[in-house]
């Protein structure tokens, strides 16, 4: 069964900041991982990442995969309190589905 | 504009009735899914179709039924027989079926509350 573990479950950090938000996890035939942010209700994609070692980067969001240690990294600097929502990271595999982890709740207090 | 439409947003039903939520999609996606999203659970997937007239269980499925008559229309009924209906479902499309997902695009969400 795919599995895909976030850390950690929730933190709070004041604008300005820098985050990493991890992910790791274990997959039949990994195929991509992707990050979404969830602010009210619908999730917004952010990054899908396919190979190792290749940083996406979107302004202040930028992201990683290592697939030999089976992780990834969501970065964000300068955080804003925009930045605050829950970041879902999910695998998809050999089963042509996404799974998803638990979600991290990021909160930016001003 | 091109989106996914799920409706209604919020709806209360009493317990044993069984209530279908909408999902519509004009993004021309060949799949489609539904997703549970329970508190501090993350999402868990109950169904999803990669084409008309075929689908298949998730991982949560038992309570839920499913049709894709249309490529468009990919509605959700939770039965009387699911357990604890009361959540979040989010309906998701992707241009790609197959073994290789791709990026969801997601509709806003229906609220369910079962009294």
């Known amino acids: 069964e795919d599995k895909v573990v976030q850390s950690p479950l929730s933190l709070v950090v004041h604008e300005g900041d820098t985050v990493t938000l991890n992910c790791s996890y274990e997959v039949t035939n990994f195929r991509s991982l992707l990050w979404y942010k969830q602010e009210k209700k619908a999730p917004t994609f952010l990054f899908m990442l396919?190979?190792?070692?290749i940083e996406k980067k979107s302004g202040r969001l930028s992201s990683i995969l290592d697939k030999k240690e089976l992780f990834s990294i969501l970065n964000i600097t300068a955080t804003q309190t925009g930045d605050s929502a829950i970041y879902l990271c999910?695998?998809?595999?050999?089963?042509?589905?996404?799974?998803f982890g638990k979600g991290i709740t990021l909160s930016v207090r001003p | 504009d091109g989106g996914i439409t799920q409706s209604p947003k919020y709806l209360f039903r009493k317990e044993g009735q069984n209530v279908t939520l909408s999902c519509e999609q004009n993004l021309n996606h060949d799949a489609m899914y539904w997703y549970r999203q329970d508190p501090g659970q993350g999402l868990r997937l109950i169904y999803y179709s990669q084409i008309v007239n075929d689908f298949q269980k998730g991982d949560i499925a038992e309570g839920y039924s499913v049709s894709r008559e249309k490529k468009e229309s990919f509605p959700l009924t939770v039965t009387s027989a699911q357990k604890n209906p009361t959540a979040f479902y989010l309906c998701a499309s992707s241009i790609r079926a197959g073994t290789d997902t791709g990026e969801l695009f997601f509709g806003e969400g229906s609220r369910l509350t079962v009294l």
């Open positions: 999910a695998v998809s595999g050999a089963n042509s589905k996404l799974t």
């Open positions: 396919t190979s190792s070692g």
